[in-house]
């Protein structure tokens, strides 16, 4: 893909978004707990980033069968190669269906420097390539929200309660439909 060019929040760089090999799942996981850290770390103690960085070797085979089997997602890269962000999407669930959709955006990681430089909106368009879609946004992340509202998406009343170690937080259903 063609590189682009971040600016803003102090910030100048050359990047590019393409399709994740399997060599780039690790450093891509790890840009993820970052991330998630990032976003997540005034919702959840340290003992969740802890279990996650502990689970990293089995969510990386986890991740090499996937790709070895198909599934596709995008990483974005700095000039240098390091990972900056990544996005994926899959086909709606059966539960899903009443939306009359047929993607999800089933992930979006970027590293909060880059909030705000059009990397998010450049990799979330990659993977939907304007279509329409649906995404599960956790309900007090008023961020993610309002970026996926400013995109079109909208929260259609449907939500629900996470369990495991995401349990205490709820996640509420944005739909984006283009005509």
Not at 120 to 149: C, K, P, Q, S
Request: hydrophobic share 40%; aromatic share 8%.
């Amino acid at each position: 893909m063609a590189c682009r060019t971040l600016e803003g929040v102090g910030l100048k760089s050359d990047y590019r978004i393409r399709l994740a090999q399997a060599e780039d799942i690790r450093p891509a996981l790890m840009m993820k707990q970052q991330a998630w850290r990032e976003a997540y770390g005034h919702l959840r103690d340290e003992s969740f980033f802890d279990e996650h960085k502990d689970k990293l070797d089995a969510e990386v085979a986890w991740w090499e069968r996937g790709i070895a089997s198909g599934a596709q997602f995008y990483v974005a890269e700095l000039a240098d190669g390091t990972i900056v962000g990544l996005a994926g999407g899959t086909p709606v669930i059966d539960e899903d269906r009443d939306t009359g959709v047929e993607i999800e955006l089933g992930m979006l990681y970027i590293l909060s420097p880059l909030y705000g430089t059009g990397l998010g909106e450049h990799l979330m368009e990659t993977v939907l390539n304007r279509r329409d879609a649906l995404v599960w946004v956790i309900e007090t992340n008023a961020r993610a929200r309002a970026f996926y509202a400013k995109h079109g998406f909208i929260a259609d009343g449907t939500g629900e309660d996470l369990t495991g170690c995401w349990a205490g937080l709820r996640e509420i259903r944005m739909v984006r439909k283009r005509g």
